[in-house]
């Protein structure tokens, strides 16, 4: 049905074009390589890695935490509503229930304000029945999916929520928790992050049977913010397929946040993908020195970011780790600037046709809209009913593992 729709539009627009010699300007042309995008996205859900829209609402300058007064009918302050979601295409949402990991957060509770931003999360997906559906499965995707809805899942941003605690990582995934990246900013108790200092040299031996623990879950492990030490600490460790939620090649910008190509490499064996995403000072490596730098601050503005250099980051993830390792996080909601040309989730098919006039096929955006990371998705499933044939809940403690007083 959704191919239908977007076959019809076309043809509409096309049988708008003005008679010759009618007097009238003649409609513009339809761009074929859009067109490949609106079929592909008729065809495949595109399911973006992280939209930090809970953590918006949680924030709101006008009415904080208030779902139904932040109305996503209408046009709402950020980048996400009905409407954007609708003409973006979208078909399924990873919701990051972020928490920041600061002394003030830690002060209130990382595990009571997880839960209240997973409740806000749940919240939302009920609010719109007409369109979003709350999805803990590939399949439930799919099926969402197939019904025109938008399929979501919830994405815990930092594994300081779970408070060295095995148990509150289960009662999280029963929660509906479906990946959790294993930092954010801030260095853990077992995880080295990579906007901080490394302490441990990746993971503890606590930190491993996290990741343990996730695969018999079935809990993708999300390696965004993590330092490259936890990366390979986690890929050795991991007998799932992994994510990167929302990062970009590090190849193509040095900044801390992406994916050294080496990791690239190793995500061929593994299976994962990296959601390239849409910030800015990940993208541009002038960026990232004009950030660096006070004195380029002071003496001129910040160099333009486009949609050109995500896609520019999508290809380069292609060539490194292949086709099927590569999918979208835009990180909207989460981001104070945007890109040129991606400046909310309505732009998602321009970037899929900047694509397409790169000499992507169809069936290979069809791979990075969705496809790729619902087949990690099906995986980690599949890796998590073996599992738990063999193994029961860890009892393990990070006194216990890392020798802790």
Not at 17 to 39: K, M, N, Q, T
Not at 76 to 89: K, S, V, Y
Not at 207 to 222: A, K, P, Q, S, T
Not at 365 to 394: C, F, H, I, Y
Request: with cysteine.
């Amino acid at each position: 049905m959704r191919r239908s729709l977007v076959l019809l539009s076309l043809a509409a627009a096309a049988a708008c074009a003005a008679p010759a010699g009618s007097g009238a300007a003649p409609a513009p042309a339809v761009d074929p390589h859009l067109a490949v995008a609106y079929r592909v996205l008729a065809a495949t859900p595109l399911v973006d890695g992280h939209n930090d829209l809970p953590w918006a609402i949680r924030e709101s300058k006008t009415h904080p935490r208030d779902v139904d007064a932040y109305d996503l009918r209408q046009r709402a302050p950020g980048h996400t509503d009905l409407a954007r979601l609708a003409a973006g295409r979208v078909g399924g949402q990873f919701w990051s229930v972020y928490i920041p990991g600061d002394t003030a957060i830690a002060r209130q509770g990382y595990a009571k304000v997880q839960l209240e931003q997973m409740d806000i999360a749940r919240r939302v997906m009920a609010r719109y029945p007409e369109r979003l559906e709350w999805v803990t499965t590939a399949q439930g995707f799919r099926e969402a999916f197939a019904r025109g809805h938008i399929g979501g899942a919830m994405g815990l941003e930092g594994g300081h929520a779970i408070e060295n605690s095995l148990g509150a990582l289960r009662a999280f995934y029963d929660l509906g928790g479906r990946y959790m990246t294993l930092t954010h900013n801030v260095t853990l108790d077992w995880a080295d992050a990579a906007a901080d200092s490394a302490r441990h040299g990746g993971l503890t031996r606590f930190g491993e049977e996290v990741v343990r623990e996730m695969n018999r879950l079935g809990m993708l492990v999300d390696l965004s913010h993590v330092s490259p030490g936890t990366m390979s600490d986690a890929l050795n460790v991991t007998e799932a397929p992994v994510i990167f939620s929302h990062s970009n090649a590090r190849g193509l910008a040095d900044h801390v946040r992406n994916v050294p190509d080496s990791i690239l490499v190793r995500l061929r064996q593994n299976g994962g993908v990296v959601m390239v995403t849409f910030v800015p000072g990940f993208t541009s490596q002038a960026r990232v020195e004009w950030n660096r730098l006070p004195e380029a601050r002071r003496t001129g503005p910040a160099p333009r970011v486009t949609l050109a250099q995500v896609a520019d980051h999508i290809d380069h993830i292609r060539r490194v780790a292949g086709v099927d390792h590569v999918g979208i996080g835009g990180d909207f909601d989460g981001i104070d600037e945007t890109i040129e040309g991606l400046e909310d989730v309505s732009k998602y098919p321009m970037l899929l046709a900047e694509l397409s006039r790169r000499g992507w096929t169809e069936a290979e955006l069809r791979k990075l809209a969705g496809e790729n990371v619902l087949r990690v998705l099906t995986q980690a499933e599949q890796v998590a009913a073996r599992l738990r044939t063999q193994r029961p809940p860890s009892t393990a403690t990070i006194e216990l593992l890392d020798r802790r007083p």
